[in-house]
T-cell receptor, first 113, second 112 residues
């Protein structure tokens, strides 16, 4: 079946370094993707999104890259800070009537001081 | 706006008990959702609603019921709690046609 998954369950980075979180999706019909951040004890929070007609989108300290050829999505966080420590989810959707987000399992980002 | 609020934050149920998880949003979103999150797993959609009086099943609806009498509220009902329903439950809402969902803080439910 179709699924959205993440390559690594945990990622540990040094404070100040850049972080790269990867996500593979298997539904080639998906045309919209979202990254969420979930801090401990809280609900997921929207970080950034990207549509399939784009390869790259930048936000504040975050960049999302989309490679449709290999169905791969990545989230880059520049100058990682302790406050970036959280679980990160990618989600995909094929937009249209009755479409629903499919969430990946999540990856834990741990920032070392 | 306070966003999406959920009560209670924590609850322990015995097998066979029932309870209602409350969810309220003040953003005037038409669309609302209930998810469960199990350890190491992605969010699974239980039920959703596109407006007052309209609800539909998601991926894992068995053992749950919902109602949507107002735009603001979307309660989730567990009638006969089972250990398999031990999970963290999240309510979310969104504007029609928008895919970004706003999540509540979650309810951690344990069934023993």
């Amino acid at each position: 079946g179709e699924s959205v998954g993440l390559h690594l369950p945990t990622l540990s980075v040094q404070e100040g370094d850049n972080s790269i979180i990867n996500c593979a999706y298997s539904n080639s019909a998906s045309d919209y993707f979202i990254w969420y951040k979930q801090e401990s004890g809280k609900g997921p929070q929207f970080i950034i999104d990207i549509r399939s007609n784009m390869d790259k989108r930048q936000g504040q300290r975050v960049t999302v890259l989309l490679n449709k050829t290999v169905k791969h999505l990545s989230l880059q966080i520049a100058a990682t800070q302790p406050g970036d420590s959280a679980v990160y989810f990618c989600a995909e959707i094929r937009t249209g009537a009755n479409s629903k987000l499919t969430f990946g399992k999540g990856i834990t980002l741990s920032v070392r001081p | 706006n306070t966003g999406v609020t959920q009560t209670p934050k924590f609850r322990i149920l015995k097998i066979g008990q029932s309870m209602t998880l409350q969810c309220t949003q003040d953003m005037n979103h038409n669309y609302m959702y209930w998810y469960r999150q199990d350890p190491g797993m992605g969010l699974k959609l239980i039920y959703y609603s596109v407006g007052a009086g309209i609800t539909d099943k998601g991926e894992v609806p068995n053992g749950y019921n919902v109602s949507r009498s107002t735009t603001e509220d979307f309660p989730l009902r567990l009638e006969l709690a089972a250990p398999s329903q031990t999970s963290v439950y999240f309510c979310a809402s969104s504007y029609p046609g928008a895919y970004e969902q706003y999540f509540g803080p979650g309810t951690r439910l344990t069934v023993t």
